[in-house]
C-alpha cells in the first residue's frame, strides 16, 4: 500500500501572472457582473439556454474528448467525432489537447508523489488549480504524449488553439447576442460565467476527488468516488475506480452511476462513430473488490482482542482461498471463452461451464462478506 507522506518541500516554480490572474478574478467577475447586469438590463430564456448548451458541450469535451479519448486511449473516434471533441475541448479553456493530456499521463504515472501536477497530497487549493499558477520543468515536457504528437488532427489543434477557443468563446457568444440584442449578456453568461462553472467543475476532480468519498476499489492512493462531482463533471466523479481502471472507457460502471459520457461513447459506438472501446472484465474487476476487502478484514483483525484472533483469522483465510480458486477458474473460464469466440469455435459446455465457475465465485463471495456481519466488535 502507498504511503501517503505529508506534503513535501518543494519549490512551486515562477508565478504565470495571467493564469493566476484570470483563474483567480474570472470567479468574482462573473458572480459580481451577473446580477447587475439582470438588474439592470434584465433576463432572456436564450441566455441561459447558451450558456446550459456550450457548459455541457465544453465539458463533454474534456470528458469524452481530452479525458478519454486522448489521454487515455479508451476507445476510438472517427475523424468527425476526434474533430469535434477538440473544438469542445479547445471551448473548456483548458490549454490544447496535448499539452492537457501530457499532464494528466504525468498525474496517473505519480499519482500523490513527486511529478504528479496536481497532487493532491500538497493540499486542496494545489490540487484544485494553483498548480496551474506555477511554472516548472515539466509543463513543457511532452515526451509522454508521443502518440498525440503524430496525430495531425491533435496537432492542428495544438497549433490553433488559441484561435479556436477565441472563436467559440468569444466570436460564437458575440454572434448569439446579437442575435437577440444582448451581446454583453451573452458573452458574461455563455462566455465567462459558463467557462467558469467549466473550470471550477474540472477542477473538482482533481481536487474533491481526492479528498471526499469513497475508496471501493483501492486505498493505493488518494483517489475517491464522488457521485456529486459526478453530476458537475458529466460522469467523471467515479474517480477510484477511473485510477484502478484508467484504460476503462467508462468511469461510473454500474448502469444508474450517472455517467452521460459513457452512454455518449456507447452511443456513437452503435452509430459508428466510436470504435474499439475497452472495458475491464468482470474477473478484473472482482479482483480488485476482493483485494480491499481483505485490506478490510485484516484492519478488523488487529482490532479485536487476542483470544478471537486466531480463530477469526482461519476462518477468514478459509474463506479467501475459497473465493480467490473460484474467482481464478472463473478468469480462466472467460479467457478460454474469448479464445474460442476469436476462433469461432464456442461450445455449449464451455458456456455452461463459464456460467458454473461465475456462479461458485458469487457463492463464495457471499460467504465472504457474510463474515462481516459476525466478527466481533474492536476491543
Known amino acids: 500500500m502507498t504511503d501517503h507522506a505529508a506534503p513535501r518541500d518543494r519549490d512551486d516554480g515562477p508565478i504565470l501572472w495571467v493564469n493566476t490572474l484570470f483563474l483567480s478574478l474570472s470567479p468574482f467577475v462573473a458572480a459580481a457582473l451577473i446580477p447587475l447586469y439582470l438588474w439592470y438590463s434584465g433576463s432572456h430564456w436564450a441566455l441561459w439556454a447558451a450558456a446550459f448548451t456550450l457548459w455541457i458541450f465544453s465539458g463533454l469535451g474534456i470528458t469524452i474528448g481530452y479525458h478519454r479519448l486522448f ?158 462531482c459526478a453530476y458537475l463533471t458529466f460522469g467523471e466523479g467515479y474517480h477510484n475506480f477511473h485510477h484502478t481502471f484508467p484504460a476503462d472507457y467508462r468511469n461510473g460502471l454500474r448502469w444508474y452511476h450517472f455517467d452521460p459520457a459513457k452512454w455518449a461513447i456507447w452511443t456513437g459506438n452503435h452509430l459508428g462513430l466510436t470504435s474499439n472501446l475497452k472495458r475491464t472484465e468482470a474477473p478484473i474487476q472482482w479482483r480488485k473488490k476482493f483485494e480491499r476487502q481483505t485490506e478490510r478484514y485484516e484492519t478488523s483483525l488487529s482490532q479485536i482482542v487476542p483470544e478471537t484472533n486466531e480463530d477469526w483469522s482461519q476462518r477468514i483465510e478459509s474463506a479467501r482461498l475459497q473465493v480467490d480458486k473460484n474467482l481464478t477458474r472463473w478468469s480462466q473460464k472467460l479467457r478460454e471463452y474469448h479464445r474460442a469466440c476469436r476462433d469461432g469455435q464456442v461450445s455449449a459446455s464451455l458456456l455452461r461451464s463459464v456460467r458454473l465457475s461465475r456462479r461458485a465465485f458469487r457463492r463464495a463471495w457471499k460467504q465472504f462478506l457474510a463474515l462481516e456481519q459476525t466478527m466481533p466488535q474492536p476491543a
Not at 513543457?140 to 477565441?166: G, M, T
Not at 454583453?184 to 481536487?207: K, P
Open 71 to 228: 489521454a487515455h486511449r479508451s476507445y476510438e473516434g472517427s475523424p468527425l467525432w476526434r474533430f469535434l471533441s477538440l473544438i469542445a475541448g479547445a471551448s473548456a479553456l483548458q490549454n490544447s489537447a496535448i499539452v492537457w493530456a501530457a499532464a494528466h499521463r504525468r498525474h496517473h504515472q505519480h499519482t500523490d508523489h513527486e511529478g504528479d501536477p496536481y497532487d493532491a497530497t500538497r493540499g486542496f487549493w494545489w490540487a484544485h488549480m494553483k498548480w496551474i499558477f506555477h511554472d516548472n520543468d515539466r509543463a513543457d515536457d511532452l515526451s509522454n504524449v508521443p502518440d498525440l504528437k503524430a496525430d495531425s488532427l491533435v496537432v492542428w489543434q495544438d497549433k490553433w488553439y488559441w484561435a479556436i477557443a477565441l472563436v467559440v468563446n468569444v466570436g460564437l457568444p458575440l454572434g448569439l447576442g446579437l442575435l437577440i440584442g444582448h451581446p454583453w449578456g451573452m458573452l458574461l453568461f455563455a462566455g465567462l460565467a459558463r467557462i467558469v462553472f467549466t473550470h471550477q467543475a474540472t477542477f473538482c476532480i482533481n481536487s474533491l476527488c481526492h479528498i471526499l468519498g469513497t475508496q471501493p476499489w483501492s486505498k493505493n492512493n488518494t483517489s475517491k468516488d464522488s457521485w456529486i
